[in-house]
């Protein structure tokens, strides 16, 4: 027997019409290449999105579900795009502008972008690109210069304020998002209207992002980067204020202290980066309560400096752009209140629990399938998961048993243990496990315990081929103050501490920096490339 409930569609619409209804005097706040603020509030967004739609839809070249392309930093143009074109039927591809132009031309082509449309940001790079790829329509903002192409103030301007919002179902494409291709060519995945409010209102759960009504939200994940992780709809659907950073590397320390950031959002590397910054204190930071971090593991170490010396709680997400991307968040519950500050950075170091509506399961390959393997926090295996907002196939590539299982589980690449309590922790991605003797070793757990030492800034281990071994590890460093002693010996007997002998990487290489993907993930590939050719065992083993 049906239930006899409405069959109410769930679309990005009610997101938008909420937050008009009911939050309209909240604020974005976009930090423009001049380094003034540019700021409006909600209704003034909508008006502009609902001028956009009916633009969009005067274009002429747009059918519904026909993708079109952004090619922007953090900026209130792009949030009226994140709405504007799932809204109108369209599909919103954002496209990473930190790959290459060939790289991106595969992309633009596979997903037939009909538009595009161009932050004045990145104009210069974006006509390398426009070269290769046959687009019908690049419309450009923020951008003083004169360009053969439409503007879109002049397509806002001279648009119709009224429009119905076109969105056949809730099951219609709504975005199109490309992994960031971290170990091998980027994968695009489509979300549909449905999925991304499910996902909106699961990660708005208080032990999840937990945003309120009272926060402003910085989104310093890029917005072609799965979706900012969610934030423009979160933040909106919360009623939060909004803070983005535009397209310029900016002072971090001081867009918080100028605009009152709650909650912010990035990759580890950024976190790292800007901590000595925060911790001069030079501004004031109090507002800052909360950072959601993710799309590599957060070290414990760096959890402790924020938790201890700055007081902002730290949350250690886990997500793919396949699951929209959030599939884990490690918080505290309430029997670990009177753990030691030490054990509560261990958990919290831990990927996390899955959010609900996510199912995890830990898995090793048989000859027949897969048995599922215990949850005890020390077996590791496959990590597969399913959810009502994650992929169920790749965009454009039929799907095959090497991403998905034959009961519908998606194989993430990642290998993890899960702990009694539902912790996850990533051990490697299975790419990225070092198997040295027939044994596996953990570069992220090499990693985790490098960035302990008071020297380490930053910390990445590789595989590197061995005619005895097959592997062995490599560490790779930066540091933020110089070591004394031999950096070998140092290094060595540092993990010594916590690791088997066949475990410590022979060689340990210091260098000005690490080399980082399109979005700020250590660029392992890379490293490999540059060190993998090496005649290992006859260099020197310090930098
Ligand atoms: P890519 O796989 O190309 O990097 P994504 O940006 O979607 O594309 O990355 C998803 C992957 O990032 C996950 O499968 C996992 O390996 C890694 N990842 C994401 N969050 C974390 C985290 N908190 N800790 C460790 N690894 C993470």
Redesign the pocket.
Known sequence: MHGLMMNYPLTLAQVLEHARHIHSSKRVTTLLPDQTFHSYDYTTLYERVKRLANAITQLGVIQPGDRVGTYASNTYQHLELYYALPCSGAVLHPLNVRLTAVQLARIVQEAEDKVIFVDGAFTDQFDELRKKIECEQIVHFNTSSAHPSVAYEQLISEADPIYSWDIPDENWAMGLCY??????E??GVLYTHRSMFLHTLAVNQADVFGLTEMDIVMPLVPMF??MAWGLPYASMFAGADMVLPGAKSVCIADLIAETGVTVAAGV?TIWAKVYPELSERKRDISTLRRLI??????PSALIEAYEKNLGVEIC????????S?T??F?KLRGAHQNLSDAEKWRIKAK??QPIPGVELRLAAETSNGFTKLPWDGEVSGE?QVRSPWTASRYYNIEPTTEHFTPDGWLR???IATVDIDGYMQ?VD?AK?LIRSGGESISS?ALEASLLKHPSVLEAAVIGVPDEEWGERPLAVVTLSQPIRADISDTFKQHLAVEFPKFWIPDRFVVVDEIPK?S?G?SDKRAILEQFASENLRDRSSAA
């Open positions: 992994t960031s291709g971290t170990q091998g980027p994968r980067h799965a580890p971090v993710g799309g590599e593991a957060m250690h997400a886990w997500g793919m752009t396949e699951m991307p599939g884990t490690s990927q996390g990590l993430t690449g990642d990533i991605r990225a992220v993907t979005v993930k």
